[in-house]
């Protein structure tokens, strides 16, 4: 009689422990429910009925968790009392969930509460963005793309939170993700290629500016970057291709100019590593037609560019004097001074434009320089002194 007494006993306290943590999980709930939300105590309640192992495998138990912490995170009065409630909310109803896929509340956590908590969680990540924390951001914005893998602006906050916290694999991770999507923005090609581009992978940056022009054939931004690229490495052939489409679609762009006539002058007077002059190309006179044209174009558009105005004077001075080192090879005298006058003519057909390089920069050290050189050329006595005397206090 004595051992069913304490085996009864057993039962009774099983029983009754049992019923505590249901009437615990309840008494969460009504503390939660209006008209009391009272959320503290709410949150007592749950916290120590989720102390039981039992627990701990009742779907009720955490689907309340669930609405109670994203209720605790949305009132300004409890929202200090956890410190990652949506977070504890996600979990919660993710729980309930794998526990009994069928219990009475699934539909209602997959068509509401986790559509509600994406909400919080990308308004969180906004605010936590704008704030620059930007770590805390990207979480926020990777939870929303754990209830919506398809939503394109999580992936897309994802990839500039990673960005700005400096968290290139994820960055990359995301801004991948974006372009498989197809999501149409050539910034997106753009941030991608920056960061390979600080990782010193510049064959990968260029590679992904590349795949972006195939996407957005008229995006100058990526023109403009796939020149700079191809000028680093070394491709002034492709660049130039590239830039004379660029300046179809930009007409009025100087600086694409500027860009296109130093690289046909480039590929017209190759240099080696150390500096030193290369033979020119066979198309030497076609490339500096192009480099001229190019200049005269930029010129066209605004005549006040230092750059622009120097550089087509140094065309013109560098043909001029040329001509007239060729010039002093010739014996017969008459032809001697016809070629000689033909290279004046190009050292003045100089003259303005480094006269106006001087004029906008009066202080560049290489104008001055030239400018002496060309009034030696020209005879022109008073000009060559005045350029001396300012270089010599240069000096």
């Known amino acids: 009689m004595k051992k069913k007494l304490f085996l009864l006993l057993l039962v009774s306290s099983a029983f009754t422990f049992a019923s505590a943590q249901k009437a615990l999980i309840q008494k969460a709930y009504n503390y939660y429910k209006e008209p009391y939300q009272q959320y503290d105590e709410a949150k007592k309640a749950i916290d120590e009925a989720m102390q039981n192992e039992e627990t701990k495998s009742n779907e009720k138990a955490w689907y ?79 939870y929303v793309q754990k209830i919506n893998p398809s939503d394109t ?59 972006g022009r195939k996407a957005f054939p008229d995006s100058l931004n990526l023109m403009v970057t796939e020149i700079n690229l191809l000028l680093a490495a070394g491709k002034s052939k492709e660049a130039t291709a590239v830039m004379e489409t660029a ?56 005549a006040n560019n230092f750059e622009l105005n120097y550089n087509l004077g140094a065309i013109y001075f560098n043909q001029g004097a040329e001509m007239a080192n060729a010039a002093n090879n010739i014996k017969d005298n008459a032809a001697f001074e016809a070629a000689k006058a033909k290279a004046n003519a190009k050292f003045y057909q100089s003259e303005p434009y480094l006269e106006k390089a001087f004029e906008l920069n009066g202080s560049d050290k290489a104008t001055l320089t030239s400018l002496k050189l060309l009034y030696a050329r020209t005879g ?15 000096q």
């Open 247 to 302: 300046v179809t679609k930009d007409p009025k762009n100087q600086s694409l100019y500027l860009a296109l006539g130093s690289t046909y002058d480039q590929l017209a007077n190759p240099r080696d590593a150390e500096g030193k002059d290369l033979p020119k190309p066979v198309n030497f006179s076609e490339l500096m037609n192009k480099a001229e044209q190019s200049y005269l174009r930029g010129l066209a558009i605004n």
């Open 153 to 211: 602006s999580a992936v897309l906050n994802s990839a500039y939170a990673a960005d700005k916290a400096m968290n290139n694999e994820k960055a990359k991770l995301y801004y991948n993700r974006l372009i498989n999507m197809n999501y149409m923005d050539d910034k997106v090609y753009m941030s991608l290629a920056n960061i390979y581009k600080q990782e010193k992978d510049t064959i990968r940056a260029l590679l992904t500016i590349q795949d």
């Open 380 to 394: 022109e006595t008073d000009k060559y002194n005045r350029i001396k005397a300012i270089l010599d206090n240069k």
């Open 64 to 142: 309340y968790r669930g609405l109670i912490y994203q209720a605790l995170y949305n009132n300004p009065t409890y929202g200090q009392l956890c410190d990652n409630c949506l977070v504890t909310a996600y979990e919660s109803f993710i729980k309930a969930n794998e526990i009994n896929p069928k219990n009475e509340w699934a539909e209602i956590i997959k068509g509401l509460n986790l559509n509600l908590l994406m909400r919080d969680f990308f308004n969180k990540g906004v605010e936590d963005f704008t704030h620059a924390k930007y770590a805390e951001a990207l979480t926020s914005f990777e």
